[in-house]
């Protein structure tokens, strides 16, 4: 029996340059289902998007508010769904996995920032807020063993964000994520320059990060090498800001 699980890492197989896959990102069911509709073969849940939807900052929703959404969202569509849930919320990998298939989710993207780093005096320098590679890595190995082939793991590489401009450090991460069993990677906030490099350097699809209405266009980013492409909080903002602009008009 083929499932939702498969179906979405088939989706991530045998791609054209010009042709990543694009998962856009619902905040709650009435946007999943809208882009269900629109015809994307799956969608990929923003942790930030839900965030902003819950009342929340980015980062501070609680655990059991974004199982909930991811759980909400799920329900409300067919198609295969993955979903942004940070660092794991501190979870155990077993507890972790079984949070994610109660929810309904086939994916998630797990980011290897360390969240309780740069609140001591010193902590500044540049990777200062990522975690230590090798231990992150023996942490996504028991995500895998935990989840076996039920979820699409994205390991998210966050060196960009902390100001580690190398690209061999990230793929240095990439290569010790995949071997743990990573089914892709995501270099958030890569620049586009290295795209090219970085697909050449990991061993897995690449995931790229793109902006609403901005370019490079997903056809781009996939011709400098991104597998599939996702654009954040990035649709949720636009429809924030498109609803701000309705209300000014009622006034």
């Not at 930030?48 to 939807?53: D, E, L």
């Not at 155990?92 to 929810?103: D, H, I, Q, S, Y």
């Not at 740069?118 to 975690?131: F, T, V, Y």
């Not at 240095?172 to 089914?183: N, Q, T």
């Amino acid at each position: 029996m083929v499932t939702k699980a498969d179906t979405f890492r088939a989706l991530h197989r045998g791609r054209l340059p010009d042709d990543p896959l694009v998962l856009p990102g619902p905040w709650d069911a009435a946007s999943a289902r809208a882009l269900a509709d629109a015809g994307f073969p799956a969608l990929a849940i923003p942790s930030a998007g839900v965030a902003a939807s819950l009342g929340h900052a980015d980062g501070e929703t609680p655990a059991e508010e974004m199982f909930a959404a991811v759980a909400r969202i799920t329900r409300a569509v067919d198609v295969p769904v993955s979903a942004d849930v940070e660092d794991g919320y501190g979870l155990p990998p077993k507890e972790l996995v079984e949070r994610l298939l109660e929810a309904g989710a086939v994916g998630c993207n797990l980011e290897d920032s360390d969240r309780n780093a740069g609140r001591n005096p010193g902590e500044n320098s540049a990777g200062s807020g990522l975690k230590d590679p090798h231990a992150h890595a023996d942490w996504l190995a028991e995500v895998r063993s935990a989840a076996a082939d039920r979820l699409f793991v994205n390991a998210r590489i966050d060196t960009f964000l902390h100001g580690v401009s190398d690209p061999a450090r990230t793929i240095e991460r990439a290569a010790l994520y995949v071997a743990a069993g990573a089914d892709c990677v995501y270099p958030i906030g890569a620049p586009v320059a290295v795209l090219p490099l970085l697909r050449s350097g990991t061993r897995a699809p690449v995931n790229a990060f793109a902006r609403v209405g901005e370019g490079p266009s997903p056809a781009e980013l996939g011709e400098l090498g991104a597998t599939r492409i996702t654009f954040g909080p990035g649709l949720q903002r636009r429809a924030t800001a498109a609803a701000a602009e309705a209300a000014a008009r009622l006034r």
